[in-house]
């Protein structure tokens, strides 16, 4: 049975004193959670928040390089954030597409080193409105995953998290319906299926997107959703913890 993720997407967002009040809050208030949570801060504040969440809490980075090293002003390793201790990295997130040209070939290599460096990958994959209007949305999450499996055929798939996050549905406060994430992450198991074989039932696919205290526990109660990749919401410890006890 895969068990639940509720990841924490900060964002750019965040400071030492805010941070800390944050994990605190998060931390007492956890009795009721039954799931795993990932919180993924800014790359500067990784160290704070690793000693903050003392090992209660899973940590990661909200990007890697696609080099291991080299002249790449800027960039962090995936080996760097094993270093610190990080156990998983997002990739993909539709903003890195968007805003920072992350191609389908730069996330895989992306994805590459994170698997390399021993961190567990959170894959987004998701369509913009555009996109879902004109009926591409299967085409499109398709095109991005199968980049990543076609250069990466030997990987645990098992310890690979994916996030479905439709583009127009990130910060918008639109929400897929029910159904409609369900129908998609019913079509990434069964794409990881027709590729993997049975390792796509432990993949755990989380949804992102507007995903709130009022909205959770309806798109939680899918069969095919195994958590949040929650943005503005996991700002606020109390948003964040209502949503994780909605599982």
């Known amino acids: ?8 997407n900060w964002k750019l967002n965040g400071s030492l004193v805010e941070n800390q009040e944050l994990v605190q809050a998060i931390l007492s208030g956890l009795q009721e959670v ?7 801060p800014p790359s500067v504040y990784l160290q704070q928040v690793l000693a903050l969440a003392g090992g209660t809490l899973y940590v990661g980075a ?21 270093d610190l201790a990080v156990q998983f990295v997002l990739l993909g997130h539709s903003e890195r597409r968007s ?14 080193q994170a698997v390399a460096a021993g961190l567990t990958p959170v894959l987004c994959l998701g369509e913009s409105l555009a996109e879902r209007e004109s009926k591409q949305t299967e085409a499109v999450v398709a095109r991005q995953l199968n ?21 127009w549905a990130i910060g918008t406060g639109m929400t897929a319906t029910p159904q409609q994430a369900q129908e998609v992450h019913q079509f990434i198991r069964e ?12 993949v755990r696919i989380l949804y992102g997107g507007s ?11 899918q069969t095919d959703i195994d958590g949040g990749l929650i943005g503005g919401a996991s700002l606020k410890a109390a948003d964040f913890l209502a949503i994780a006890k909605s599982i």
């Open 1 to 8: 049975m895969r068990k639940p993720l509720i990841a924490g």
């Open 34 to 40: 039954d799931a795993d949570m990932l919180l993924c």
């Open 62 to 82: 909200q990007d890697a390089a696609e080099q291991d090293s080299g002249a790449y002003t800027g960039e962090t390793s995936a080996q760097m954030l094993a």
């Open 99 to 112: 805003l920072f040209g992350d191609s389908d070939t730069r996330v895989a290599n992306k994805f590459t």
């Open 147 to 167: 980049a990543v499996i076609s250069a990466n055929p030997n990987v645990d798939w098992g310890n690979v998290v994916l996030a479905y996050e439709p583009v």
């Open 191 to 202: 794409l990881l299926q027709e590729k993997l074989g049975a390792v796509a039932e432990q």
């Open 211 to 221: 995903v709130k205290p009022d909205n959770a526990a309806e798109l939680f109660s």
